[in-house]
């Protein structure tokens, strides 16, 4: 992020109602990279059920770890389904780790799935499999048409466990009240 301001890594993009995009329909993505390039971010509030963390490492062929089983897999995106991506607090690093903002990293190495299986990964994660990636100008496009909010990304946003709760959470942080927003333009959800 060099000397533009609008840039929104380390920010949430929280879909809005309108988002023609079904796979996005109410969706918190962490913005993990976002500049004249492109943007690519990890969608934070849906799970991945049709694979488990314990079915990836034996795919790996890794070792299930004391804490395998109690960590969970999440859709990050429609890009790359196969790639595994780890959102993560800061106290983890190998050389595979970029800082993202402060206090988060990404690694994308099979080191931190071993450490995370061990119990000896990062304080605070999410496991995402693929991403949402943006060509260079696309994402901008989509916010100036209504497709996006922005908010300040904090930990629980990120890495909570209440997937549910989260794109409510986000609308909140900004003082939005989801049962005011409605897909039909120009009609309010709640009547006055």
Request: aromatic share 6%; proline share 5%; glycine share 14%.
């Amino acid at each position: 992020m060099t000397g533009n301001t609008d840039y929104l890594e380390g920010h949430c993009l929280i879909a809005m109602p309108t988002m023609g995009d079904e796979r996005f329909a109410r969706t918190l993505v962490y913005m993990c990279a976002h500049n004249e390039d492109g943007a690519m971010g990890l969608v934070v509030n849906k799970p991945l059920d049709d694979l488990s963390f314990c079915d990836l490492l034996t795919q790996l062929g890794i070792d299930q770890g004391p804490a395998a089983d109690a960590i969970r897999l999440h859709f990050g995106g429609p890009v790359e389904t196969g790639r595994g991506f780890v959102l993560h607090s800061d106290d983890y690093s190998n050389d595979g780790t970029l800082p993202i903002a402060e206090g988060v990293s990404l690694t994308a190495t099979v080191d931190v799935l071993r450490a995370m299986a061990q119990g000896s990964g990062p304080r605070r994660s999410l496991l995402a499999l693929g991403y949402a990636g943006w060509a260079p100008g696309q994402l901008d496009a989509e916010i100036q048409g209504n497709g996006w909010l922005t908010c300040e990304a904090d930990e629980e946003l990120i890495f909570g466990q209440n997937l549910s709760a989260k794109w409510n959470k986000a609308l909140g942080k900004i003082g939005i009240d989801p049962g005011m927003l409605t897909s039909d333009p120009g009609i309010s959800g709640k009547p006055n």
